[in-house]
Structure formats: C-alpha cells, structure tokens
C-alpha cells in the first residue's frame, strides 16, 4: 500500500451515525494530519496528531494513532448531512530531511444521508 | 487574518499556451508549497519554497515547470507549452515553520483545464 491510504474508498452513513475512516502508513512519520475536502473546494485541516500522541479530540472528531501497526483513524460522531466530503489522511516523512513533504492518500468519500 | 490564497480559481488554457498560478501565503508564513491533485487521486507534492529559494523542487517536471517565491508579492507556479494532461486541481500551502511539524494551511486551489 502507497504512503497515506485510507480506507474504505468510499462510505455511506444516515445523518447521526459514527463514521469511521482508516489510514495507513509504510515509513517513520513526525505528525500525522486529517483534511477534509469538500467536491470541488481546497481543503480544510482537521486535526494534527504527533507521533508520540496515541489519541487527540477535536469537538466531534476523534483520531487514534497506532505508529506501531502504522495506522490511524478518524471518528466523526453523531454525523451530519454537512459532514459529506472526502477525507485525506497526511503524513511528513522522519527521515531524509524532507519532513515538510506531506503524502496523502486517495482519500475515503463520505456520504451522510439525511 | 486571511488564508492562503490563489488566483486564479480557474484557468482555461488550449495546449501549448502559458498558465501562470499565484499563490499569496497566510500572512506571517515565508514558506509555501504546491501540490497537485489529479481527478480522483490524492494531492501530490511538487515543490517547496521559501522567499527568494527553492528548498525541494523533486516532485516538478523538469520540463515546462516552474516555480518562484520573489521577495516581493505571490508564490508562481508556471506551465509553459500546456498539453491536456496538465489539466488538474493545482494547490498551495504555507506554514510557518519549515520541518512539518507544525500544520500546512491550503488555499481553496486553482482549477486548471487544457483544452
């Protein structure tokens, strides 16, 4: 799997249920960093998580950081319709001196019904 | 306290014309970056810049492109001769701090179509 993948690809939930989206990693990362796309716009940062850091809140969010198994997760309790967007998960690589190289994945698409 | 932003939002070019994106950082941030984000895909890393320098230009094409940060006004990212697969959503970031630990803010992008 390529630096920075989420899964799953795509998810469809009714308005008030938990989301929850995977990311997965391959090298030795500092920070790790949640964005939120919305169709057709920039995107927007949720939340930065350090490599030393195992969970952080951020009012509805919740990000999980496991840098043994090179993954994370991001919550997004009691969704709503507003909610709908695509989410990318980014890293900066440790080593090589180029910890500004932020590589994202493909993103997960999440779709909250109303 | 603006964001970052770019001008154009979208660019229309035919194949062979120059395409020129601007980039004007969050006030307070000397050090920008650009990505590129192809339908469907994630964003992809082309170059880093602080005033005056280029610190990582490894993820540009060596042709066609380039990329400036003057001492004076916006970031630009250039692409002379457009061909079609240039077409993409063409992002800029600033930060304040230049070792990524400290969080990369985006603008709302430039939508490049080559026709």
């Known amino acids: 799997s390529q630096q920075g993948e989420e899964d799953p690809q795509a998810l469809s939930i009714q308005e008030g249920e938990n989301a929850t989206m995977n990311c997965s990693y391959k090298?030795?990362?500092?920070?790790l960093q949640w964005y939120r796309q919305n169709s057709g716009r920039g995107l927007v940062h949720l939340i930065l998580?350090?490599?030393?850091?195992r969970e952080k809140h951020s009012g509805r969010l919740r990000v999980t950081l496991d840098t043994s198994k090179k993954s994370s997760s991001l919550l997004i309790t009691a969704s709503r319709a507003a909610d709908t967007a695509s989410y990318f998960c980014?890293?900066?690589?440790?080593?090589?001196?180029?910890?500004?190289?932020?590589?994202f994945g493909k993103g997960t698409l999440l779709t909250v019904n109303p | 306290n603006a964001g970052v932003m770019q001008n154009p939002r979208h660019l229309v070019r035919r194949r062979g014309q120059e395409a020129r994106l601007r980039c004007s950082p969050m006030?307070?941030?000397?050090?920008v970056y650009w990505y590129r984000q192809l339908p469907e895909e994630g964003l992809k890393f082309m170059v880093y810049l602080q005033k005056e320098n280029i610190i990582d230009e490894s993820g540009m094409p060596k042709e066609r492109f380039s990329a400036e940060f003057p001492k004076e006004g916006p970031s630009i990212l250039r692409i002379q001769q457009v061909v079609r697969g240039d077409s993409a959503a063409y992002f800029c970031?600033?930060?304040?701090?230049?070792?990524?630990?400290?969080?990369?803010?985006f603008g709302p992008g430039t939508r490049l179509t080559v026709l």
């Open positions: 970031a600033s930060s304040p701090l230049d070792r990524g630990t400290d969080t990369q803010y």
């Open positions: 980014a890293t900066d690589a440790r080593s090589g001196g180029s910890n500004y190289k932020l590589t």
């Open positions: 006030k307070g941030h000397s050090h």
């Open positions: 998580i350090r490599s030393n850091e």
């Open positions: 090298t030795s990362i500092n920070n």
